[in-house]
DNA sequence: TTGCTCCTCACGTCACGTGAGGTGGC
DNA sequence: TTGCTCCTCACGTCACGTGAGGTGGC
């Protein structure tokens, strides 16, 4: 057997790209905002490439832009956040002082309630707007029906 | 009684800006865009005042774009054919040939349907975002009870 | 070696933000 | 009459879009 790396998948850009629903430019910029983790390859002039797990960071990032409409600088303190609770399950994971492991597992409650009422408000508007257009259907519906029958 | 008009409601921008949350600027610039109706003063240079049907069709405008968060053109197509369902309404009500009558209401069918799948997709996003954060917050809370207990 | 996709500028565009300088209505 | 809000340019900004011109990897 030879002491060849393990066989990492690693995407090109545009794959990535197809992969999530955005383009190039997009990925790119975001990089440039220090949106995404670095790009594992060292830097400057060559091809990027992208692991499984830093697509999934940027579907989650976008996932995040999108539903709760933020600009990119909120999304960064978001993303920020995200990462930090990330190193805090690392440590966690190590843990040892349980004061300690208590605190930072309440902290990840409150993160993550927070983005749950964002969700919730986002769910009570679409419920109203469906309410709102399912009604007006039902009300042609019926006109149509009247008008059909009496014909 | 005097022969004065109806004491009908109006608004200034500002006030308009501060009900809907959004800008004056917003405002003019929607308006220059076709996406307002055009304000009931005759026009240029003067103020402008709105009434209330103009805010709630505004406060419409702004919900559509926040929730299936489309640009202004594509927006604009949409309350283009809100305002053409609304005339369509106009001349049914009126209405006298059945023929007619039937086809206003299955292209008014087609609209209703066509931004209710929109609403539908926008949930089913959400709803598994929704699951995801619920996941890990229950996974948390699991971890902050079994702390607490083995203390 | 030949395509294809990648790279970095860099200017364009969309949806407004933000003054500048001036005029209108309680 | 005095503020305050309104008006119209017009340039700035954010989040990318869109080539131009060149280089890298199956």
């Given at each position: 057997m030879s002491t060849v790396t393990a066989p990492v998948v690693t995407l090109r850009i545009g794959d990535v790209a197809k992969l999530v629903g955005t383009t190039t430019r997009t990925i790119r910029y975001y990089e440039e905002l220090g949106l995404?983790?670095?790009?594992?390859?060292?830097?400057?002039?060559k091809h990027r490439s992208y692991s499984e797990a830093e697509v999934a960071h940027l579907r989650e990032v976008l996932r995040l832009k999108q539903l709760l409409n933020v600009s990119l600088d909120e999304l960064k303190t978001l993303v920020e956040a995200e990462e930090a609770r990330a190193a805090l399950r690392r440590e966690l994971r190590a843990g040892s002082d349980p004061q300690r492991t208590l605190e930072l597992l309440r902290e990840a409650v409150f993160h993550l309630t927070r983005q749950l009422e964002l969700v919730h408000r986002r769910q009570r508007e679409l419920a109203t707007l469906e309410a709102d257009l399912a009604g007006r259907l039902d009300r042609v519906n019926k006109r149509i029906s009247e008008t059909t029958r009496s014909r």
């Open positions: 995404l983790l670095a790009p594992d390859s060292p830097s400057v002039g």
